[in-house]
């Protein structure tokens, strides 16, 4: 299957946090909003790969000590990066009645797998579509790449999860 990229290749793919505020809210209009934001702010803060997103399970997250525990997909590195105090609340809220052993993003239909990645894929280009990100961000590497982007550009992503 020849596969053709859909846009310029010097088009700008990394989203900024006020695209990612605009994704947010159009996510909120679903009856899994807070799962939504969850995914997107935990994406962007770290820079996953959706395979990385996808792949967290709750034990991975340590509300007490403020950190998520990432294992990196490409090069196998494992580290245990700082979490936000707004996205320590925001995923508090999140987690509160969940077994310690489920997935953090599970499918909606067993909670016992992970959400599946076309899926996941599907919904971050419609919403990212309906949040009006051009053609280029339509697809979830642009949180990794964004991330890049806003650190290379100011110290810290300046997002809001309240």
Same mark, same amino acid.
């Given at each position: ?18 695209? &990612?505020?605009?994704?947010? #809210?159009?996510?909120?209009? $679903? %009856?899994? =909003? ?40 490409k090069q196998g590195k494992i580290h245990n990066p700082a979490?936000?105090?707004? &996205?320590?609340?925001?995923? #508090?809220?999140?987690?509160? $009645? %969940?077994? =310690? ?62």
């Open positions: 299957m020849n596969r053709r990229r859909r846009w310029h290749k010097d088009d700008l793919q990394g989203i900024t946090p006020e695209e &990612l505020q605009a994704m947010i #809210r159009i996510a909120k209009s $679903d %009856r899994y =909003a807070l799962r939504n934001k969850c995914m997107l702010l935990v994406g962007f803060s770290f820079g996953l790969r959706v395979s990385e997103l996808l792949n967290l399970k709750i034990e991975n997250i340590d509300l007490d000590n403020c950190q998520i525990h990432i294992e990196r997909l979490i936000s105090q707004p &996205l320590i609340r925001t995923l #508090r809220a999140y987690i509160k $009645d %969940r077994r =310690a052993n489920e997935f953090l993003f599970p499918s909606q239909y067993n909670n016992e797998k992970a959400l599946d990645r076309r899926s996941f894929h599907k919904w971050f280009s419609r919403t990212a579509q309906r949040a009006g990100l051009n053609i280029a961000k339509q697809h979830p590497h642009a949180m990794r790449h964004g991330l890049g982007l806003t650190l290379g550009l100011t110290e810290h992503p300046k997002i809001k999860c309240d």
